[in-house]
């Protein structure tokens, strides 16, 4: 049984991180792909938290160990890449490239960068979408969000093997990353 190629996704809030893992789950549709998003991780019990300049509360879904199973992320991603199912498995997600048990998993590391303003403005537009305010979309990236970018999402840009400009997805670093991972994948078939 063959090991699947496995490729993890970090980077900012709206980055382009699930663009990036919709593409490519596109471009590999003739292979048997399967995806995971963190954001199917999130804990019901999430506690509260105050903002670090404001004190207002806040429930934290942006500090990972509070935020999401990661232990059970860790096991579904092991366990898809043992079940011998898969040829390319993508894990996506803003803390993707945060924790180690995650990253040792990983074949291939990317990270998605975008700039600040335009990451915010796609959230609004995203949040706004599912019914979200304007002020409480603002407040809470303001108070909290771009902190815990500070904290967590940023730092780990240091462990992608790759790093992704997501303002725009410019063809040119899809092309990279497709044509990498489609050479793997055929070094991985023609070891059979």
């Known amino acids: 049984m063959k090991k ?3 490729v993890g996704i970090g980077g900012g809030t709206a980055s382009g991180k ?13 292979w048997r792909v399967r995806a995971f998003h963190l954001d199917e991780y ?10 670090p ?5 806040y429930r934290d879904d942006n500090h990972p160990a509070h935020t999401l199973d990661l232990d059970r992320a860790a096991a579904d991603l ?22 180690e048990t995650l990253r040792e998993q990983f074949d291939l590391k990317l990270f998605v960068d975008c700039r600040s303003d335009e990451r915010l403005v796609r959230r609004i537009r995203r949040n ?7 002020d409480e979309i603002t407040n809470v990236y303001l108070d909290l969000v771009r902190y ?9 840009r240091w462990y992608a093997d790759l790093v992704l400009n997501g303002s725009g997805m410019p063809e040119t670093g899809e092309r990279v990353v497709t044509d990498y991972i489609r050479t793997q994948l055929d070094q991985k078939e023609d070891s059979k």
């Open 4 to 6: 699947p190629y496995i």
């Open 18 to 30: 699930s663009t990036l893992c919709a593409r490519l789950e596109q471009v590999f549709s003739g």
């Open 42 to 51: 999130f804990r019901e019990d999430r506690p509260t938290v105050e903002a």
């Open 53 to 57: 300049f404001t004190g207002k509360p």
């Open 78 to 99: 092991a366990e898809a890449a043992a079940s011998g199912g898969y040829d390319l498995i993508l894990l996506e997600g803003a803390w993707a490239l945060s924790w």
């Open 128 to 134: 706004t979408a599912w019914g979200l305010s304007f």
């Open 148 to 156: 815990r970018h500070d904290e967590f999402v940023e730092p780990a």
